[in-house]
């Protein structure tokens, strides 16, 4: 009677979850560089100023 293994391709279970987690971990890399860039990007947006500053300085108290 031949008995064969579950993983009969020739890759260990152990060599596929490193791959998974080498995989997992490019993954995480990408990620943080693009939160990176993004953090970057927003940095450069110039804040708005309002056309007229003295718009809003008055506040009426009385109702």
Do not use: C, I, R, Y
């Not at 260990?12 to 890399?29: I, M, V």
């Amino acid at each position: 009677m031949d008995l064969q293994g579950v993983n009969t391709s020739g890759t260990s279970g152990a060599s596929l979850e490193l791959a998974s987690l080498k995989l997992a971990k490019d993954q995480q890399k990408q990620e943080g560089q693009a939160t990176l860039q993004l953090l970057e990007t927003a940095a450069d947006v110039p804040k708005s100023t309002p056309s007229n500053p003295a718009l809003g300085a008055n506040v009426d108290t009385f109702a």
